[in-house]
């Protein structure tokens, strides 16, 4: 992991951008209007991707040497704790309204091009929000604990 700490600045920088994108498409989805980035916003879900893949071997380092129950606590050690609380309410937010997504009623006629772009746009980009916020806390995190004197210390 020895090259990680020539990343971690460019990827928190992109989970940040990646979360601010999806919460201007999340609330352009409830306002019903055209989301800043226009049709580019689908691809979003190329930023998901990208980031997915240093994420898991970035949380696999940071989470070496502890056991299961202890694992989300080791991986965001380095995060302050308003950074966690909001991470956790972005996750109760995405599964609230996934929740409701089965509540409100569909369109008569069945196929996904009969549902609203709108109502398409914020069950996607909820979850980009979650994931991207994920990204974010993980990202922190390891700039903040790899290479530093403490990063091999037991979480408290």
């Not at 928190?12 to 999806?22: D, E, T």
């Not at 970035?58 to 989470?63: G, P, Q, V």
């Not at 995405?94 to 398409?120: D, H, K, Y």
């Not at 700039?143 to 979480?155: A, Y």
């Amino acid at each position: 992991m020895k090259y990680v700490r020539y990343i971690q600045f460019p990827l928190v920088m992109l989970a940040i951008a990646g979360l601010a994108f999806s919460l201007q498409a999340h609330v352009a989805g409830y306002l019903v209007f055209q989301p800043p980035l226009g049709s580019s916003t689908w691809f979003q879900l190329n930023g998901v991707v990208v980031l997915l893949v240093p994420m898991i071997f970035i949380t696999r380092y940071l989470a070496r040497g502890y056991e299961k129950p202890e694992f989300w606590k080791a991986v965001l050690r380095g995060c302050p704790q308003w950074m966690k609380y909001t991470i956790v309410g972005i996750f109760l937010y995405a599964f609230i309204n996934f929740m409701l997504s089965f509540i409100l009623p569909l369109p008569t006629q069945p196929g996904i091009e009969n549902i609203p772009l709108n109502r398409l746009m914020r069950g996607f980009s909820v979850h980009w929000m979650a994931f991207y916020g994920l990204a974010v806390g993980v990202f922190y995190s390891a700039l903040k604990t790899i290479g530093s004197d403490n990063s091999s210390d037991r979480i408290t």
